[in-house]
């Protein structure tokens, strides 16, 4: 059975290898904040870390995730919701529906990892998730204030 | 004793699904857990309940989607009720549940941005009855009369004997007691807890991942569903050949359902969906797979010239005065089909048997959903029941359309007892949607010889909603809601009075199936007015903004508005170089509302650089709630107006995901400043009316750029550049 490491924790799941990761994530081991949007990568919905960069798990197979691949989900991301996004979301309401807003945050964490002081360009290049309720103008100023950067 | 039949506790422990990590998700079935545990009688009345740890939860019927609606609920019933906000939390009552209490929760019809404006005085009043009960119980207890018991933050106090009391002590005995008849409400200039811009009850959940949405209902013992549907709307299954998925993993069954749709049940999803495509499926595509764009278009062309059509609002003679008019002025405007594009795919988790079906799913109308569901189980809504589940969209989609509700309770019924998930693919759902209807509209307008307008004259023609979804409303064969930001009065009234008018409506129906999209009819028809009123006050040779507010003497909220964002933006001094302006304005869903778009095109390339919107929405429950909805609103407008278009083809929609169906991301979004300007005295809608001026403020300032007046949508098609 393939093995893989979500969340830090060592999991086997029974699914063929051009099985998503997504749908191992959400039907296999039940972590739900993961989202199915579009399922061609376009939509960002279903974005998690892979080794800290975001990924698009709707199109990663199986197959392309090793034992020694960190994957991160929302549900890991920290263990109670105090990850700086998570706290700045909170406190600015970004979420409308909330259904993309997984994909954002784990959007928003790779790229803060990489970038830890984004200017709105760099923002504008690495959040190209939809939000269809449009919280776009929360969802940048979010991030500018887990950042501690202004707008 | 109150006759109110309490509702029974229950809750639902969801196992692990699957290998893996054991996760125990917890699904709560309209219920709150906390009072499965104990069994105690806790409800108030029928919108309150009170825990001895002075929880206080609040029924809200309407669905959350979005929009903020149960926070501002929550917040009415609050404010009445006069408890600790610190200790609210609310709930869901089932449609099943309150059929079988006499609708005690009336209606849970959550579009028409009517959540909060059709419902505000029932609920108000059953936090105030349950204020006074609890008052009473107190009272009672104390053996004084409850007139000198004064409440604050859910601490009843007797000042004369220095005693006081909490909700949760006497919340056992004030659910014994009667329910009050009528309880004077606020006045809302009293308010404290409404009208403030306070924070939304349902974000912790969703920025760990814990919300659970349709899609991620897991029961125990749950199969997945996916299917295909005939491409051409009206197309049947001619024959199925299984051969391809014979071998394929987890496949259960295939199941055909009424003749028009394919479903494969499977183990999980993947298999499911995978299992579905991979299926030779010969479809009898039926008698419209010859209709394109071109012909739908053609079609609904002729309308604008027919010898007859539904009048909308008429005064005075227009014909005559155009006839006889120095100058003419006349266009023609044009709105393509668009999807809701919910982030949440179609989907319903269905559990059937001979004598009890239930569906879990997410719904803008549980009460539809359940009429929906007892029609497919062929049982009565007696023994069926919807849990409602967040929505991860809705924007109309999943108000009047229970179409996935309906699958999933046909194909459950292939598998009595066990319950099956149904999830459309993104591509099923753009391709199967209930679309904003196309139409057209031609827009003549007379002036006289000193430059004054004598008439408008407005002709629609195309598709009417109502026809579509709820034939029973059109009124002589006319669809009124075809008028909207057209009307005489009310909630859409058109904000601007000439001397004649006359707005008719064609009806033209294509067999494209229409439905309410965020924003219904607004949408287009604010175009064409205000972008048509832009082209005459450029005819006249006039400023937009005092052209507009000449026709305005009787519409004094839309010219506060209007003179709002004028003021804002900065009308009266010229804006940067290179940058211009446009103005719109419109009544919808019983709100003022107005917004003025700054704009530049560098070659060919639209930048929209500011926008600022008002609303007068008369009570504003949650301003802060209400700037999101504008903000969102211009993402909505504005995608529609920049991309949105669903185009046919051999009698099929053509795009199938994001990647044709394009919608504005976060790089394209403008910098929106919210005026929330309530002026008392009427409930306004705030979910939808703001998106109808979106598209026209661009547009008007997008011709006051180039030059070029756009009339048919969306943007996308039309080249920007300089001529």
């Not at chain 2, 939860?57 to 979005?66: K, L, N, T």
């Not at chain 2, 004084?144 to 006081?164: N, Q």
Request: net charge negative; glycine share 8%.
């Amino acid at each position: 059975m393939p093995k893989l490491n979500v969340n830090g924790n060592a999991v086997e799941v029974e699914a063929d290898s051009a099985t998503p990761l997504l749908w191992v994530l959400r039907e296999q081991l039940a972590l739900t904040g993961t989202k199915y949007g579009c399922g061609i990568a376009q939509c960002g919905a279903c974005t998690v870390l892979l080794n800290g960069a975001a990924v698009r798990s709707c199109v990663l197979p199986l197959a392309a995730v090793s034992e020694t691949d960190e994957v991160i989900t929302i549900e890991g991301l920290s263990s109670d919701g105090s990850h700086p996004l998570q706290a700045a979301w909170v406190e600015l309401d970004v979420p409308q529906c909330g259904y993309c807003q997984t994909g954002m945050i784990m959007a928003a964490a790779a790229l803060l990892a990489e970038k830890p002081k984004p200017s709105d360009e760099d923002i504008d290049a690495a959040m190209t998730n939809i939000c269809r309720c449009g919280t776009y103008r929360r969802v940048r100023a979010g991030i500018h204030r887990a950042a501690g950067t202004t707008a | 004793m109150t006759s109110i039949k309490k509702l029974t506790r229950r809750s639902f422990v969801l196992g692990s699904a699957g290998a893996g990590l054991s996760l125990g998700l917890r699904l709560p079935l309209g219920i709150s857990d906390a009072q499965a545990q104990t069994g105690f009688t806790d409800e108030i009345n029928a919108w309150v309940v009170v825990r001895p740890d002075e929880q206080v939860i609040i029924r809200i019927a309407r669905s959350e989607m979005g929009q903020g609606t149960l926070t501002g609920l929550a917040q009415l019933v609050a404010e009445e009720l006069e408890c600790d906000w610190q200790h609210v939390t609310t709930e869901y009552p089932t449609p099943g549940t309150s059929l079988e209490r006499g609708r005690i929760w009336q209606s849970f019809a959550t579009g028409g941005s009517r959540g909060i404006r059709e419902s505000h005085d029932y609920v108000r009043q059953g936090g105030a009855t349950a204020r006074e009960m609890l008052r009473s119980a107190a009272a009672s207890a104390w053996d004084v009369p409850a007139s000198e018991c004064s409440i604050a933050r859910g601490v009843i106090t007797h000042a004369a004997s220095k005693r006081s009391t909490t909700y949760g002590q006497v919340a056992n005995a004030a659910a014994q007691l009667d329910v009050p008849a009528d309880v004077p409400l606020k006045d809302p200039a009293d308010w404290t807890v409404a009208g403030q811009p306070l924070k939304r009850l349902d974000t912790a959940d969703k920025v760990v991942g814990k919300q659970i949405y349709g899609a991620d209902v897991i029961l125990p013992g749950m199969l997945n569903a996916a299917i295909r549907q005939c491409p051409v709307f009206g197309g049947t299954v001619a024959s199925i050949d299984e051969t391809p998925i014979k071998s394929m993993p987890g496949v259960k069954k295939v199941v055909t359902l009424e003749n028009k749709t394919v479903a494969v049940i499977a183990d999980y999803w993947w298999q499911a969906k995978t299992a579905v495509e991979a299926l030779n499926i010969t479809w009898d595509e039926g008698e419209h797979a010859g209709v394109t764009s071109a012909s739908i278009a053609e079609f609904v062309a002729a309308g604008l010239e027919a010898d007859t059509a539904f009048v909308g609002n008429q005064n005075g003679d227009a014909p005559a005065a155009l006839d006889t008019a120095a100058r003419t002025v006349e266009a023609t405007y044009s709105y393509p089909y668009q999807h809701h594009a919910t982030m949440e795919p179609m989907n319903a988790t269905a559990r059937w048997t001979e004598d009890r079906c239930e569906v879990w799913c997410p719904t803008q109308n549980g009460e539809s959903a359940l009429a929906a569901a007892a029609k497919s189980a062929d049982l009565p809504p007696q023994q069926c029941e919807v849990y409602k589940m967040h929505l991860g969209g809705g924007f109309g989609r999943r108000g009047t359309s229970h179409d996935y509700v309906h699958q999933a309770v046909q194909i459950a019924r292939h598998m009595p007892g066990v319950p099956v998930k149904l999830l459309w693919t993104r591509e099923e759902d753009m391709t199967h949607g209930v679309y904003h209807p196309v139409t057209q509209c031609k827009l003549s307008a007379g002036f006289d010889a000193d430059g004054k307008v004598t008439a408008l004259r407005a002709r629609i023609s195309g598709q009417s909603i109502l026809a579509g979804v709820m034939p029973q409303r059109l009124k002589g064969g006319a669809d009124m809601v075809t008028f909207q930001c057209f009307m005489p009065g009310g909630d859409h009234s058109i904000a601007y009075s000439f001397p004649n008018l006359l707005v008719e409506h064609a009806m033209r129906n294509p067999h494209v199936p229409p439905g309410f999209w965020r924003g219904v009819n607004a949408n287009q028809n604010v175009v064409y007015m205000e972008c048509f009123i832009d082209e005459l006050a450029h005819t006249a040779g006039r400023d937009p903004l005092e052209f507009r507010l000449e026709f305005m003497g009787e519409h004094p909220r839309n010219v506060a508005v209007l003179k709002a964002v004028a003021e804002r933006i900065g009308w009266d001094t010229p804006p940067a170089p290179g940058v211009f302006r446009g103005l719109a304005q419109c009544t919808a869903f019983a709100s003022h509302i107005a917004a003025c778009a700054e704009v530049s095109v560098t070659d060919g390339e639209l930048k929209i650089h500011r926008i600022v919107a008002a609303t007068d929405c008369g009570y504003a429950v949650n301003p802060q709630q209400i700037e999101a909805q504008i903000e969102g609103s211009f993402v909505y407008g504005l995608s529609a107006m920049l991309y949105g278009e669903c185009t046919v083809k051999d009698g099929r929609i053509e795009q199938k995901n994001f990647d044709t169906y394009p919608v504005m991301r976060m790089a394209d979004m403008p910098e929106v400043e919210s005026i929330v300007m309530p002026s008392g005295g009427f409930w306004g809608g705030v979910g939808e009316p703001t998106i109808a001026v979106a598209a026209p403020a661009v547009l008007n300032a997008l011709f006051a750029a180039t030059g070029k007046r756009i009339r048919e949508l969306p943007l996308r098609h039309h080249n920007l550049s300089a001529a």
